[in-house]
């Protein structure tokens, strides 16, 4: 299943007759820092755009449509204490094709054009097309503060940590952009080539035979391998963090951040994910249920938990005067699960709804290779559905309210208007 092509490069190949595509993620993760999730984005973008064999976007369209309309495209994300930069192709199986040339080969050929020559020009990206992406990601940044739901969420993120690097959205910040030129990023590119950790992951009717010797055309160097810990666990400070800000909005927006302890697929990551879904994560969850429904007070409530930092976040839309009603409301939920007090049918509702995700993130190509790799970097092997399922189906109502008694609130950012 797994093929070390070179240290530190390693072919995932996960076969099954389930699709009609063969979906394939290049994932290059590095350490995430303050000075590089900016420039990673805006090579993530470059090399979408087009290469040294496809200069212009039409003509990558148009090689693109000659695979039988395979689908292309890069993103940018982190976790924990690593910024993961994907490129990700869908296309058609050979076996249903009359073709005798193989289509899976010439994919693999493309993606070895996009990731090693870009459109590059005496050491420099192609000026005009960087100075095109970087305009793009200016007014993709710019369009944050009109999109008062993500405003809030990523101040609340720069609010809760004191590490830079946490505080920084996946995809960079403006003020950076500045100091980025062509050159410079040719320079990162290159870093990131020769640095990164790689997982090549293929899922589809393939063999890790036929895929093996496909990605041997990669000329990949041999490089360090990982040894840090991909989880954040940094301790913040003891004082709740508090922040409002006031902007021309109708809709208020108070979101909290929580610390949990709760870390992917540690002992209490199973109990970690049925608070969460009784919490705030589902319809029928506390803060659904008493916030939204019983007192009319939000259009929106929710809880998440990003379990490779261990931290929990409570998002609302509220009326601005509402804000200390709707926290207290919030922490009495919390204080209820912390006493064991929520209903038995919810508790067995939730994990019927988890099982159900899982099952339905194996019908999902580019779903089950994030869970794949999830499982990668964080526990090294990959965990199979039936045991994941089951340490669901162990959790009891105590492993929750324990859950429950160790999480604790960090920082409160509320978003209001003027006549609030």
């Known amino acids: 299943m797994a093929v070390k092509l070179t240290d530190g490069v390693t072919l995932h190949v996960l076969p099954t007759k389930k699709f009609k595509t063969v979906r394939i993620k290049i994932k290059l993760k590095a350490p995430l ?4 999730s900016t420039s990673r984005t805006l090579l993530a973008s470059l090399l979408e755009t087009n290469s040294q064999k496809y200069p212009t976007q039409t003509a990558m369209r148009s090689e693109l449509s000659r695979l039988y309309g395979a689908s292309f495209y890069t993103d940018v994300t982190k976790k924990g204490t690593a910024h993961i930069l994907t490129l990700d192709l869908n296309v058609v199986n050979d076996k249903f094709l009359s073709e005798s040339d193989s289509v899976l080969n010439q994919s693999v050929a493309f993606l070895e054009e996009v990731l090693f020559r870009p459109n590059v020009q005496e050491g420099a990206f192609h000026e005009e097309t960087f100075n095109r992406e970087r305009e793009n ?77 496909a990605f041997r055309i990669f000329s990949f160097s041999p490089r360090k391998e ?18 409002t800000e ?13 610390d949990t302890g709760v870390y992917y697929h540690a002992e209490n990551y ?3 994910q049925v608070f969460n879904g009784l919490f705030g994560g589902y ?24 379990t490779f930092r261990g931290t929990m976040t409570v998002e609302t839309g509220i009326e601005g005067m509402d804000a200390p009603k ?6 009495q939920q919390l204080e209820e699960m912390q006493n064991g007090l929520f209903e038995e049918e919810a508790f067995l509702q939730t994990k019927e709804m988890l099982k159900n995700g899982l099952y339905q993130s194996e019908d999902s190509p580019g779903g089950y290779l994030e869970r794949v790799y999830a499982n990668i970097i964080a526990k090294g ?22 859950v429950a008694q160790n999480i604790s609130l960090k920082a409160r950012f509320l978003l209001k208007g003027e006549s609030d």
């Open 381 to 402: 092997s990959i965990i199979p559905l039936d045991e994941w399922i089951e340490k669901i189906d162990r959790v009891t109502k105590a492993d929750v309210q324990d």
């Open 246 to 258: 006031i902007h021309p909005v109708a809709q208020a927006k108070l979101n909290l951040a929580y």
């Open 33 to 36: 820092r303050e000075d590089n």
């Open 226 to 243: 990982a040894g840090s810990q991909v989880f954040y666990a940094g301790k913040q400070g003891m004082d709740k963090k508090e922040k």
């Open 270 to 272: 199973y109990a970690g």
């Open 137 to 213: 990601l200016r007014d993709e940044y710019s369009s944050y503060y009109d999109d008062k739901q993500l405003y809030a969420a990523l101040a609340l993120q720069e609010l809760y940590f004191d590490d830079p690097a946490q505080q920084i959205p996946s995809r960079g910040r403006e003020e950076d952009l500045e100091k980025i030129t062509a050159r410079s990023l040719y320079m990162d590119y290159q870093k990131m080539l020769q640095e990164d950790i790689v997982d090549i992951l293929v899922v589809g009717d393939v063999t890790e035979d036929e895929l093996a010797k």
């Open 283 to 306: 319809p029928h969850s506390k803060l659904f249920t008493n916030v939204r429904e019983k007192e009319s007070l939000a259009y929106y409530a929710s809880s998440f938990m990003d």
């Open 326 to 331: 709707v926290e207290r409301i919030i922490a």
